[in-house]
């Protein structure tokens, strides 16, 4: 038996930023696998519970583990070199294993500057039980899970902080909030999104490291169980009083028209069941895959926001990021999900590929019909930030506008100037797009690359 420690290092001594709002799932899921593989366990937010790194090497000290993982995104990177180097100066005995979108995104170069011992790609909950035994080296991957219902719920119990400390991103929903993932995958391949690159290139499975398969298979679609989700639903109220959830679903509704197949008869199973919970989630924008009788449904179920990645108002600049959505989409789902009596949350970007002030202006007029009919309850207008390795990213990179890297937050508040538009009137547009339409401005500034803006005293 070996003592894992999953740790989520913290970030806000360099970016200046607290991400300390909504909790992530990776960390307590493999925190449960490992339990169940026979060892001891713990999963530590330190971001969250707002340590500094050297707090956080304390921690590790007094915890003692034998096996310390870490989840690298971009922004997290310099935090895990940091925590990294300092573990291995101190005790160099100590195996270090890293994964997540970063590790996935850039498996040899997250490598090299963590000096991890080991570098895993992909969805780990199946091999870290032997990971942690076995303690490999170098860069291997992983069996994706495709039985969802076979993992285990995420180790809440074992968990630092908990649940209650988390307070949520919508201030105006019960707490506490808890997150949940009752279905895996997207076959759609946005260029900025990290999840796509989940499925790329070959590498030596942990199972079998003498053999190249490829990786698998963040794509694949995977879901959760009726029975499943409500024994978790009903766990997470009872155990911890939960009344609010975030539905973490890479696109829970409008990805794919077999999507309803799963959607509908569950979202009426979790109707029956009376939880008394209600949930927000994430959804794509399209005229035939979005009905109302789906919207309905998950309206019974308890869903009373759904965050739409709107993008642009310009198909063009839509069809330029691999989007392949269009305003009519947008009108059309943000109508059906409003008669539903869903809240529409859009999300936005400025700053993209070919996207000049004309195609801004388009988003603008965009927004201003959606506010027209009273249709946006929120919105939050993003600077379009390249991740690494991301098709994007290696757009930028070839056509030189790339952000300046700062080694710290690799370019995440550093916009730069497009071929398209320059830095200024990017920001620009962020802010006029943030308040598009708005009578009685209500701004939140969440960090430099991103406005959220609430549409006053509208009840969630
Ligand atoms: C919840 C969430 C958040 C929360 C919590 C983040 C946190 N503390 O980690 C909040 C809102 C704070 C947030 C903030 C940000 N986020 Co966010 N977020 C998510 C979201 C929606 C869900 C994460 C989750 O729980 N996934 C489910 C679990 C099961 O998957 P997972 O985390 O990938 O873990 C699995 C594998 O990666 C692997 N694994 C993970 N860690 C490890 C470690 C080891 C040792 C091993 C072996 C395996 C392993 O096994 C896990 C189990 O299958 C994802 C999108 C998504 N669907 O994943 C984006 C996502 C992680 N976020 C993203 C981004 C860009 C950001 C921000 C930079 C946004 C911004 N501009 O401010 C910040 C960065 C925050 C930070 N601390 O660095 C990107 C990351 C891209 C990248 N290359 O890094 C994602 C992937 C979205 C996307 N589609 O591109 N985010
Ligand atoms: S539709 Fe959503 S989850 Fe799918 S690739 Fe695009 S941004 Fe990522």
């Given at each position: 038996m070996s003592r894992y420690l999953h740790l989520n290092v913290p970030?806000?001594?360099?970016?200046?930023?607290?991400?300390?709002?909504n909790m992530t799932l990776g960390g307590p899921l493999l925190t449960a696998c490992a339990i169940q593989a026979g060892h001891q366990a713990i999963y530590l937010d330190a971001e969250a519970l707002g340590y500094s790194e050297a707090r956080t090497l304390q921690e590790i000290e007094r915890l003692e583990p034998d096996v310390l993982a870490m989840t690298v995104l971009t922004l997290s990177l310099h935090g895990v070199e940091q925590i990294a180097r300092a573990v291995k100066a101190r005790w160099q005995d100590l195996y270090v294993v890293v994964g997540g979108p970063h590790a996935v995104a850039d498996p040899e170069g997250t490598l090299a500057t963590t000096g991890a011992d080991c570098l895993i790609v992909g969805e780990a909950e199946l091999e870290i039980g032997r990971i942690i035994q076995d303690r490999p080296r170098g860069i291997l991957s992983v069996r994706a899970p495709l039985d969802l219902d076979a993992l285990p719920r995420p180790a809440w119990e074992h968990s630092f902080p908990s649940i209650p400390h988390y307070q949520g991103?919508?201030?105006?929903?019960?707490?506490p909030e808890a997150c949940t993932l009752p279905m895996r995958g997207c076959p759609?391949?946005?260029?900025?999104?990290?999840?796509?690159?989940?499925?790329?290139a070959s590498l030596k499975p942990v199972d079998e490291p003498d053999r190249l398969q490829p990786r698998l298979h963040r794509s694949t679609i995977r879901y959760q169980s009726a029975e499943k989700i409500i024994e978790e639903w009903r766990w997470l109220k009872e155990t911890?009083?939960?009344?609010?959830?975030?539905?973490?679903?890479?696109?829970?509704?409008?990805?794919?028209?077999?999507?309803r197949d799963w959607l509908i008869p569950t979202m009426e199973a979790i109707a029956r069941a009376n939880l008394g919970l209600t949930w927000k989630t994430q959804g794509r924008c399209n005229q035939r895959f979005i009905t109302q009788d789906q919207l309905d449904a998950m309206y019974a179920a308890g869903c009373r926001a759904i965050m739409w990645g709107?993008?642009?108002?310009s198909e063009k600049v839509n069809q330029a990021v691999h989007k392949g959505t269009h305003p009519a989409d947008v009108l059309h789902t943000f109508r059906l999900a409003k008669r539903a009596g869903i809240r529409n949350w859009g999300y936005f970007m400025t700053?993209?590929?070919?996207?000049?002030e004309a195609d801004a202006a388009l988003t603008e007029a965009l927004i201003l019909a959606l506010c027209e009919e009273g249709l946006l309850d929120y919105r939050q207008v993003t600077i379009c930030t390249p991740e690494v390795n991301t098709p994007i990213w290696a757009r930028a990179e070839r056509e030189g506008w790339l952000p300046k890297r700062d080694p710290r937050n690799r370019w995440h508040y550093t916009p730069s100037d497009t071929p398209w538009m320059t830095a200024a009137r990017v920001r620009y547009w962020r802010d006029r797009l943030a308040t598009a339409g708005l009578q009685t401005q209500h701004r939140l500034s969440m960090n430099n690359v991103a406005y959220a803006q609430y549409a006053p005293g509208v009840p969630v």
């Open positions: 970030v806000r001594h360099y970016t200046g930023i607290s991400y300390d709002l991103n919508e201030p105006r929903f019960e707490r759609h391949a946005c260029s900025f999104c990290s999840l796509p690159l989940f499925q790329n911890y009083g939960v009344r609010h959830l975030f539905v973490y679903a890479d696109e829970l509704v409008g990805a794919y028209a077999s999507q709107v993008e642009s108002g700053g993209m590929p070919e996207e000049t």
